[in-house]
């Protein structure tokens, strides 16, 4: 008898233990949002010709989806939007097949693409006519912080009809700028008002610019524009391994989130440029760390729902 009721409440005791074990599972779940990367790159060299990657940089090399799966595993990761990586324009039409393809296939995490474009070119219209039926081609974008691309061209005529066809073909445009031309962003983007438009990596502050009194100025400015949302992503990359701290990328994150409110951020890895500075993991950790105190609503905003409403994922 005293052999049975010790087995009895040995298993009665695991049973107890196994439910408390189940009990705390939901609570470990919800403090790991579900993320969607609105900003994914990945680029074979082989493939495709890259000119703004100089040199020996460590980005000279192919990255492929299967690094980006190790590079976000363990993090809830679970759909990503890829973002055009700049090739040469004879290839822009090869990338958007490419990443087409990809997302087709619904073996990874990549539901849906921004590729490259040239709103001036007198032959946009025809280009986008390429995308028509298309489900996974989500918007356009054409990098403007490059060498060759003075400030202000995005206020030139033939750009800013460019990026209203856009609106009326119900495509996005992404806007990858300096953090110094926010002011000619926003005449952009008050002149489109019937195209969606995301501004990239908070608006590019320089992180090694302790001074960011002239950018808070001209995201308070620009966030004034309902048609634009926010990715809160690699601004990172403007700075060095070992050279930042959660405490330098708090206050460009928290402007960022009280100047476009919960409603109009979303998240992006900006991967692998920000392995410039952080890897994955670290970038999103600090990002995790500086919102904690937010409500959870907000945060899940942030990393998930608002970017699966704005895409249609």
């Given at each position: ?26 609570a ?7 993320v969607?990367d ?56 090869a ?10 296939g ?5 539901a ?43 206020n ?11 609106g ?85 994150i928290?402007?960022?989130l ?31 760390q ?24």
């Amino acid at each position: 008898m005293k052999a049975d009721r010790r087995i009895f409440l040995k298993h009665s005791l695991a049973a107890t233990a196994l439910l408390a074990t189940q009990a705390r599972l939901p609570a470990v779940e919800e403090k790991m949002i579900p993320v969607i990367d609105t900003h994914q790159h990945l680029w074979d060299i082989k493939k495709f010709k890259l000119n703004w990657i100089k040199g020996e940089s460590p980005l000279g090399r192919t990255f492929s989806l299967q690094d980006y799966a190790e590079a976000t595993e363990g993090l809830n990761v679970v759909k990503s939007v890829y973002m055009e990586v700049d090739v040469a324009e004879e290839q822009q039409l090869a990338e958007a097949e490419y990443v087409t393809a990809i997302c087709q296939g619904g073996k990874t995490t990549m539901a849906a693409a921004v590729v490259s474009g040239r709103p001036a070119s007198p032959d946009f219209a025809k280009y986008l006519d390429h995308f028509k039926g298309n489900k996974f081609i989500k918007g356009i974008r054409q990098v403007l912080h490059g060498e060759s691309t003075p400030s202000g061209f995005c206020n030139g005529p033939a750009f800013v009809k460019g990026v209203q066809l856009l609106g009326e073909r119900g495509l996005r445009y992404d806007l990858c700028i300096r953090g110094t031309d926010l002011e000619q962003t926003n005449r952009l983007v008050r002149a489109c008002p019937g195209t969606r438009l995301i501004l990239d990596h908070c608006g590019n502050p320089d992180l090694k610019n302790k001074d960011h009194t002239q950018w808070k100025k001209g995201m308070a400015e620009i966030a004034k524009n309902k048609n634009l949302v926010v990715k809160v992503s690699g601004f990172i990359a403007s700075t060095t391994r070992g050279a930042w701290k959660v405490d330098d990328l708090a206050p460009i994150i928290n402007h960022t989130l009280d100047s476009f409110g919960p409603d109009r951020v979303m998240f992006g890895g900006d991967w692998p440029v920000c392995t410039l500075a952080a890897t994955y993991k670290e970038w999103l950790t600090a990002l995790r760390q500086v919102v904690a105190s937010r409500p959870l609503e907000e945060q899940k905003k942030l990393f998930h729902d608002n970017a699966a409403s704005f895409y249609g994922l």
